[in-house]
């Protein structure tokens, strides 16, 4: 999913699984399991799909295997800290009638770094990164970032803002 943490994607790494990002939404992230043949996919508002069950959704199932990691910690805060080297944002959204206009600005401020738009904007910094998207059915635009430091997450978070309030 687009907004999720680049943790998982080195937790995937580890263990040998290519993490691949793509569109919000349950629909577009269980046909991308499917075509992939993959073993997860999930997105951070708590859908999560399992190859050992067909494909089907089954938060409790994630539950599950979040229970058994924990026992290898002494408290649950330490085995998300054991997870957490990055910084990131909340998913932060605006109301707002300029979606286009606002993409636009984002794409124009971050030229100098790679960009994708399979779901709004994603931009890939050395040391950051960031997604904005506009609501597919609400007058709103979205982001997140995520940084190797508070202060560039700080920093990367402020411009979006301004173009987001200009």
């Known amino acids: 999913e687009m907004m999720s943490s680049k943790s998982i994607a080195d ?41 050992e069950i067909w494909g089907y959704e089954l938060p409790l199932l994630a539950l599950y295997y979040v229970l058994v ?15 957490t080297k990055y910084f990131k944002t909340p998913i932060t959204s605006y109301k707002t009638e300029r979606k286009a206009e606002i993409l636009e600005e984002i794409k124009k401020e971050f030229w100098m770094f790679e960009q994708t738009y399979l ?4 931009v890939f910094g050395n040391d950051f990164w ?13 982001y997140v970032v995520e940084a190797e430091t508070e202060a560039k997450r700080d920093e990367i978070s402020q411009k979006i803002e301004s173009i987001i309030n200009h």
């Open 69 to 83: 990691e924990l026992e290898d910690f002494e408290d649950f805060t330490k085995m998300v800290q054991n997870y």
């Open 130 to 142: 960031c997604n904005v998207r506009a609501s597919n059915n609400e007058p709103k635009i979205r």
């Open 119 to 122: 779901d709004g904007i994603s």
């Open 11 to 51: 937790v995937a790494e580890k263990y040998g699984v290519k993490g691949i990002r793509y569109k919000t939404g349950r629909f577009f992230i269980s046909e991308k399991v499917d075509q992939e043949n993959g073993v997860l996919g999930g997105e951070v508002s708590g859908h999560y799909m399992f190859k």
